[in-house]
Structures are given as C-alpha cells and as structure tokens.
C-alpha cells in the first residue's frame, strides 16, 4: 500500500484506528501525551497500541507541556518525533534530540504571525502542522500557502477532502497532509469514512 502524499494521522485512542491508517500505509501516527486532553493516551495504552503497529513513526504530541515534562515523557513513552503547540518551547525540546513537529492553528494567527514561527523555528524544527476547524481556503489562502510551503516543511491539516486533495496536491508544494483519528463507538467498532475516503483517494500502485 502506498499513497502520492506524505501522511500524519494524530488523535489516535485506539488500536483501530492505529492499524487501519498503518495498514493504508501513513507514515506517522500521533498519539496525546497531554493528561488534560480528551485524546490522551495512558503509557499501558500506548504501549499496547504501537505494538501491534509497523512501518510507521510514532509522535508523541504534548499539547503546550514543558520541557521538563516532555523529558520524563520520553523516557515512558517511545516516539520518534514531539509534536508541540508552543514556539516558546521548541528551542528547548531541540535539546532533548528528538526530531520536532511546531503545530499551528492557522485560524488563530495573522500570516506575519505564521511566517514569523516559521522563521524563528526553522532550525529545529522537521515540520510545520498548521491546523484549523473553521477555514475554507479561498484564492487568498491559497496563495499564502503556496509561498509558505515553498519556504518551509508544512504538513496542511485542514481545507481538503476526497474532493479537492488532489487539486491541493498540485497546486501547493506542501510536504503533505494531516489528520486526525476519533474515538471508538464502542470497543471494536469503528467509522471510517472521512478518513477511508481521503486516503483512498490518494492510494497509489506501489
């Protein structure tokens, strides 16, 4: 299984999802180590969880934690990459050696806010999430996009479906996309629909 774009699925609660986006061949899976999130992911859990998993790297997302809490954090929980909601913090966590994720609500701040994370935090950072719940991209957006992600490593994470991903594919120079898992109806039972209709679409013959 391969898909035409690089892949981050984050969220992930549960062993479902875990092996249905490693099964369609995602390259990252990204997993809460925030207490206070709805989506966190206790250390039995996660444990139990990446070892049934393969082929794909593993982040571990800390929301706006510190430094001295990432740090215990790695020690429990093995991940290839942090992702972190806070530029004041990437400076820092670059020391403890782990490759870094910078995530951005592209709603909550100016494109001269955006560009500045991006340049202050180009050093030590391997990729740019911007994320949004509430942006549709117009030509406007589009066009700031397209001259940010030519700069730097974004990862885009919201403006597409099955519909438009290939249009956003070509016509931005993105390093690829981004999604969120959900939580379990009940044990075992899943919906995958919105997931299963993007990656779908961007399923390739290896």
């Not at 699925?9 to 990252?28: E, F, K, P, Q, T």
């Not at 207490?35 to 070892?51: C, H, L, N, R, Y």
């Not at 594919?169 to 044990?187: C, T, W, Y």
């Amino acid at each position: 299984m391969a898909l035409k774009t690089f892949v981050k699925i984050g969220s992930i609660s549960n062993l479902s999802d875990a092996r249905y986006c490693a099964g369609m061949g995602v390259d990252m899976l990204g997993f809460s180590l925030d207490p206070s999130s709805p989506d966190f992911v206790s250390e039995t859990a996660f444990k139990e969880i990446v070892g049934w998993v393969a082929g794909v790297k593993i982040v571990g997302e800390l929301g706006n934690l510190d430094t001295e809490e990432a740090a215990d954090l790695i020690t429990r929980y093995r991940v290839d990459y942090l992702q972190t909601d806070n530029p004041r913090q990437v400076a820092a966590l670059s020391a403890l050696n782990v490759p870094l994720i910078l995530r951005a609500d592209f709603a909550e701040n100016s494109q001269s806010s955006l560009k500045e994370i991006c340049a202050g935090n180009q050093p030590y950072v391997d990729f740019f999430l911007l994320e949004s719940d509430n942006v549709v991209l117009t030509e406007f957006e589009m066009s700031f996009l397209r001259r940010l992600s030519s700069k730097y490593p974004i990862l885009l994470g919201f403006g597409f479906g099955a519909a438009n991903i290939h249009f956003l594919l070509e016509e931005l120079p993105i390093r690829g996309i981004a999604m969120r898992g959900s939580q379990e109806i009940k044990p075992g039972l899943k919906d995958f629909d919105e997931l299963a209709e993007i990656l779908e679409a961007i399923e390739t013959e290896e």
